[in-house]
Protein backbone atom coordinates (compact mmCIF):
# COMPACT_ATOMS: atom_id res chain seq x y z
CA UNK A 1 0.00 0.00 0.00
CA UNK A 2 1.46 3.31 -0.67
CA UNK A 3 2.28 5.35 2.04
CA UNK A 4 1.12 9.42 2.42
CA UNK A 5 3.55 11.60 0.99
CA UNK A 6 5.49 13.58 3.34
CA UNK A 7 5.70 17.59 3.59
CA UNK A 8 9.04 17.46 2.58
CA UNK A 9 8.90 15.25 -0.14
CA UNK A 10 5.60 17.60 -1.59
CA UNK A 11 7.68 20.41 -1.05
CA UNK A 12 10.34 19.02 -3.00
CA UNK A 13 7.80 18.27 -6.03
CA UNK A 14 6.72 21.89 -5.95
CA UNK A 15 9.74 23.39 -6.29
CA UNK A 16 11.30 21.07 -8.76
CA UNK A 17 7.91 21.83 -10.53
CA UNK A 18 8.21 25.63 -10.47
CA UNK A 19 11.19 25.81 -11.12
CA UNK A 20 10.79 23.86 -14.51
CA UNK A 21 7.75 26.56 -15.14
CA UNK A 22 10.12 29.21 -14.69
CA UNK A 23 12.57 27.74 -17.07
CA UNK A 24 10.59 26.92 -19.67
CA UNK A 25 8.92 29.78 -20.13
CA UNK A 26 11.91 31.36 -19.94
CA UNK A 27 13.42 29.39 -23.12
CA UNK A 28 10.36 29.47 -24.91
CA UNK A 29 10.19 33.30 -24.43
CA UNK A 30 13.66 33.06 -25.59
CA UNK A 31 13.47 30.55 -28.81
CA UNK A 32 9.72 31.97 -29.67
CA UNK A 33 8.72 27.94 -29.51
CA UNK A 34 6.47 27.36 -26.93
CA UNK A 35 6.72 23.38 -26.76
CA UNK A 36 10.10 24.44 -24.18
CA UNK A 37 7.61 25.02 -21.73
CA UNK A 38 6.55 21.46 -21.22
CA UNK A 39 9.88 20.16 -21.23
CA UNK A 40 10.97 22.66 -18.67
CA UNK A 41 7.67 21.13 -16.84
CA UNK A 42 9.06 17.40 -17.33
CA UNK A 43 12.87 18.17 -16.13
CA UNK A 44 11.36 19.92 -13.18
CA UNK A 45 9.25 17.69 -12.47
CA UNK A 46 11.53 14.74 -12.88
CA UNK A 47 14.32 16.67 -10.67
CA UNK A 48 11.77 16.97 -8.08
CA UNK A 49 10.86 13.29 -8.28
CA UNK A 50 14.65 12.38 -7.90
CA UNK A 51 15.89 14.68 -5.41
CA UNK A 52 16.95 13.25 -1.95
CA UNK A 53 14.11 14.67 0.28
CA UNK A 54 15.92 17.08 2.90
CA UNK A 55 16.74 15.80 6.43
CA UNK A 56 13.71 17.20 8.83
Request: proline letters at 7%; hydrophobic letters at 60%; charged letters at 10%.
Amino acid sequence: MAEPMSPARRKQLIVGLVMGVLVGVGISLWTGFWLWLAAGVAVGLAAGALMKPPAE
